[in-house]
């Protein structure tokens, strides 16, 4: 397929010096769709074959790219063995927003990986969520490790959820420097 693009690219480039300005904008659309079609290729193939490094960065360019033909690939990679590439995953799922995502950072929630939690509860910030996702994050508010409460409670705070807020206020007294600061950000967010 590769090939194929190429060889339509180089057909259509002797286009963008037409003397007519519709024929140059309209080979120049169709190069960047051609382009795009084959960047998307490459950034497959690198999530299949690539070091761990190079499919983190494979991750983010379909974050960068965005839309719904992302999320397939970027939900596979959240289910994925290794623990960098499900929270990269968790991460860039959360920057798009996509309603299709939602039920896969609510089950990296429960991940064995605490950075996967905590990248799954920042990505939750930008989702319109049910009471029962707020009860799943509240119970992050106990995790007494100086991050996931941390995450949690900036979170809540940007869902405005009130009920978190005597919970939220307890963590200003903890004994974990990150967890009293993102305590005191998430009092400054919560409605009055």
Same mark, same amino acid.
């Given at each position: 397929?590769?090939?194929?693009v190429?060889?339509?690219?180089?057909?259509?480039?002797?286009?963008?010096?037409?003397?007519?300005?519709?024929?140059?904008?309209?080979?120049?659309?169709?190069?960047?769709?051609?382009?795009?079609?084959?960047?998307?290729?490459e950034?497959?193939?690198v999530?299949?074959?690539?070091n761990?490094?190079?499919?983190?960065?494979?991750?983010?360019?379909?974050?960068?790219?965005?839309?719904?033909?992302?999320?397939?690939?970027?939900?596979?990679?959240?289910?994925?063995?290794?623990?960098?590439?499900?929270?990269?995953?968790?991460?860039?799922?959360?920057?798009l927003?996509?309603?299709v995502? !939602?039920?896969?950072?609510?089950? *990296? /929630?429960?991940?064995q990986? +605490?950075?996967v939690q905590?990248? $799954?509860?920042a =990505? &939750?910030r930008?989702?319109?969520?049910?009471?029962?996702?707020?009860?799943?994050l509240?119970?992050?508010?106990?995790?007494?490790?100086?991050v996931?409460?941390?995450?949690a409670a900036?979170?809540?705070a940007?869902?405005?959820?009130?009920?978190? !807020?005597?919970?939220?206020?307890? *963590? /200003?007294?903890?004994?974990h +420097?990150?967890?009293?600061?993102? $305590?005191?950000? =998430? &009092?400054?967010?919560?409605?009055?």
């Amino acid at each position: 397929m590769k090939n194929l693009v190429r060889t339509r690219i180089e057909s259509l480039r002797p286009l963008l010096k037409d003397p007519v300005p519709g024929v140059r904008i309209a080979a120049a659309g169709a190069i960047e769709k051609l382009e795009a079609v084959s960047t998307v290729e490459e950034i497959l193939t690198v999530l299949e074959t690539g070091n761990i490094g190079a499919k983190i960065g494979a991750i983010y360019a379909l974050g960068e790219i965005g839309g719904e033909e992302m999320i397939p690939p970027l939900i596979r990679c959240a289910q994925r063995p290794e623990a960098d590439i499900r929270s990269t995953a968790a991460s860039v799922l959360g920057k798009l927003a996509l309603p299709v995502a !939602l039920p896969v950072l609510v089950e *990296l /929630l429960e991940d064995q990986n +605490a950075a996967v939690q905590g990248r $799954a509860i920042a =990505a &939750l910030r930008n989702f319109p969520v049910t009471s029962e996702v707020l009860n799943k994050l509240r119970q992050f508010l106990d995790a007494c490790d100086g991050v996931l409460e941390a995450e949690a409670a900036l979170t809540l705070a940007e869902l405005k959820d009130i009920s978190s !807020l005597n919970q939220i206020l307890l *963590l /200003l007294m903890s004994r974990h +420097a990150s967890t009293r600061q993102a $305590a005191a950000t =998430a &009092l400054s967010l919560m409605p009055l």
